[in-house]
């Protein structure tokens, strides 16, 4: 039998640091998982990428961030990705455009789609998970999951399209 974890109040939560940064569910802090290099450099390039875009295509992205995504829960997507305006919010309340998970050898499928039904409820209308072990994709969105099967990943309003293995080279 597993111990039953010590919930702890949303203000408690806002008010501790935490190294790296966790999650927070109805009252529980969730660890995330570390990720390996192949994790790490997959985020760097992304980062890279929407941060060398950013005036063309009025992107703001951001590593690591802490969204809200119900008024007790918040979540850290690997990259969060805003269009037109960046939110000036220390905690973003605001849905982002994109939401990026990058997988970690550790993570688990019932985990991962605790964040995507998080991340559609809040009306995040892209979401990519980016599994750099198999270099390979899932593209979410409101209504739709589906693999990555042509090496793209991308977005629509606006159009947005990244070779699957420029993350990896």
């Not at 550790?106 to 964040?115: I, P, T, V, W």
Request: glycine fraction near 4%.
């Amino acid at each position: 039998m597993s111990a039953k974890a010590q919930l702890i109040s949303v203000d408690e939560y806002l008010h501790t640091s935490f190294h790296p940064d966790c999650e927070y569910i109805d009252g529980e802090v969730i660890e995330r998982n570390l990720g390996e290099k192949p994790h790490s450099k997959a985020q760097r390039k992304l980062i890279a990428w929407f941060s060398n875009r950013e005036e063309s295509l009025g992107t703001f992205c951001f590593p690591e961030q802490r969204v809200q995504v119900r008024q007790t829960r918040f979540r850290v997507p690997d990259v969060c990705v805003y269009i037109g305006h960046e939110p000036d919010e220390n905690i973003f309340r605001t849905p982002p455009f994109l939401a990026i998970e990058i997988l970690s050898p550790e993570d688990r499928a019932s985990s991962l789609q605790g964040k995507i039904e998080d991340y559609r409820a809040f009306g995040i209308p892209w979401i990519w998970v980016i599994d750099p072990m198999r270099r390979a994709a899932l593209i979410h969105t409101a209504d739709t999951s589906q693999e990555v099967r042509d090496a793209i990943l991308r977005t629509r309003n606006p159009e947005i399209e990244i070779p699957l293995n420029s993350l990896f080279d």
